[in-house]
């Protein structure tokens, strides 16, 4: 079970935040306003990570707030928010902010980050990784260039191979059968001209087809 104290100026976004997590392996442990009003709510309660929206606000200054806070260095901290420049969300991984992620990503997504935040893990999102990394995504790896991309379904799929998940385990998370999950995997293997699945998942991941 993850601990998550959340961070959000509405009680509105608080509620939808806690609302997503209702279902997942995540227990809402405090919330508050703004960083600046936690005052010792932290100190008082255990918490394993601390899920900031920067939805409608300005995620640099949410950011350069959390820098010159030092909560970062102290607990694992993730922040939501509905655009970010690519400069400021390489300057948040710097500053020691575990993840800088869209508001919009699946609760699924969002539960897995959460869990890799807590373990000490950095999550990048695909759309973050060339202004991370721009030496080691060339344009030959982009998914435009596949010769046959992938389809919505084979992207669900991919995520779900890069995490381990047998076919059956996809079958039975897909509500399809074992043939089509089967089916599936030997497509995305073609497209991606892999050899196996654990050659997909690394594939997928050097694309940014797969969210870390």
Same mark, same amino acid.
């Given at each position: 079970?993850?601990?998550?104290?959340?961070?959000?100026?509405?009680?509105?976004?608080?509620?939808?935040?806690?609302?997503?997590?209702?279902?997942?392996?995540?227990?809402?442990?405090?919330?508050?306003?703004?960083?600046?009003?936690?005052?010792?709510?932290?100190?008082?309660?255990?918490?394993?990570?601390?899920?900031?929206?920067?939805?409608?606000?300005?995620?640099?200054?949410?950011?350069?707030?959390?820098?010159?806070?030092?909560?970062?260095?102290?607990?694992?901290?993730?922040?939501?928010?509905?655009?970010?420049?690519? !400069? =400021?969300?390489?300057? &948040?991984?710097? $500053? *020691?902010?575990?993840?800088?992620? /869209?508001? +919009? %990503?699946?609760?699924?997504?969002? !539960? =897995?980050?959460?869990? &890799?935040?807590? $373990? *000490?893990?950095?999550?990048?999102? /695909?759309? +973050? %990784?060339?202004?991370?990394?721009? !030496? =080691?995504?060339?344009?030959?790896?982009?998914?435009?260039?596949?010769?046959?991309?992938?389809?919505?379904?084979?992207?669900?799929?991919?995520?779900?191979?890069?995490?381990?998940?047998?076919?059956?385990?996809?079958?039975?998370?897909?509500?399809?059968?074992?043939?089509?999950?089967?089916?599936?995997?030997?497509?995305?293997?073609?497209?991606?001209?892999?050899?196996?699945?654990?050659?997909?998942?690394?594939?997928?991941?050097?694309?940014?087809?797969?969210?870390?």
């Amino acid at each position: 079970m993850i601990r998550v104290f959340l961070i959000a100026a509405s009680p509105l976004a608080r509620a939808a935040l806690q609302n997503r997590f209702k279902v997942q392996s995540v227990k809402i442990v405090g919330s508050a306003a703004a960083i600046d009003a936690l005052g010792s709510d932290l100190s008082d309660t255990q918490v394993d990570v601390l899920v900031v929206d920067a939805s409608g606000e300005a995620p640099e200054a949410i950011i350069e707030s959390l820098a010159e806070s030092d909560l970062a260095a102290e607990i694992p901290v993730v922040v939501l928010t509905e655009a970010a420049s690519p !400069a =400021a969300s390489v300057e &948040a991984l710097q $500053a *020691g902010i575990r993840a800088v992620l /869209p508001s +919009e %990503i699946s609760t699924d997504q969002l !539960a =897995a980050a959460l869990q &890799a935040a807590a $373990a *000490g893990l950095v999550v990048l999102h /695909p759309a +973050e %990784i060339p202004a991370a990394f721009p !030496a =080691a995504t060339p344009a030959s790896q982009s998914l435009a260039e596949l010769p046959e991309p992938l389809t919505r379904r084979e992207r669900e799929v991919l995520q779900m191979l890069a995490a381990g998940l047998a076919n059956k385990e996809i079958a039975a998370r897909l509500n399809i059968s074992d043939h089509t999950a089967k089916f599936h995997v030997a497509a995305i293997l073609g497209k991606l001209g892999a050899a196996t699945r654990t050659e997909a998942a690394a594939l997928g991941i050097r694309r940014g087809l797969v969210l870390l």
